[in-house]
């Protein structure tokens, strides 16, 4: 199984790299969804108009919950797929067990991000 803290480590960097530069593009794919407007838009108009208007930090607004998001649900991802990979294929020779262990890990994942959604939401008729 080794060190845990490498695929920890490795999810993180990961999630923060992958979130940092894919954040743009999450904020110009909200701006194009905007109900508000009616008129056809281009990703190039939104984008000009945006760095115009609101400034080049802009582009990376609401990085800062995608990272809270992202990074430990990625951290889990790696993890669980070394811990379960590592236990049930040691040698990596089976394709189909690495199939079935890198599934396993991607709904340790997603369970994870429902729980922290469904949990308050569950507390909620206690209060």
């Not at 790696?78 to 067990?97: A, C, M, Q, V, W």
Request: hydrophobic content about 40%; proline content about 7%; charged content about 15%.
């Amino acid at each position: 199984m080794g060190n845990i803290a490498n695929p920890i480590l490795s999810g993180c960097i990961s999630g923060s790299l992958s979130t940092l530069m894919l954040q743009p593009f999450d904020v110009l794919k909200t701006r194009l969804q905007d109900p508000g407007k009616h008129e056809p838009r281009s990703l190039f108009k939104v984008f000009t108009g945006l760095v115009k208007k609101e400034g080049i930090s802009s582009l990376w607004r609401g990085t800062t919950p995608t990272l809270l998001r992202s990074v430990p649900g990625i951290a889990i991802y790696f993890t669980s797929l070394e811990i379960i990979e590592g236990s049930f294929n040691p040698d990596r020779s089976s394709k189909i067990l690495s199939f079935l262990a890198s599934a396993f890990s991607r709904t340790s994942k997603h369970l994870k991000q429902a729980s922290w959604f469904m949990f308050p939401r569950i507390l909620q008729p206690c209060f």
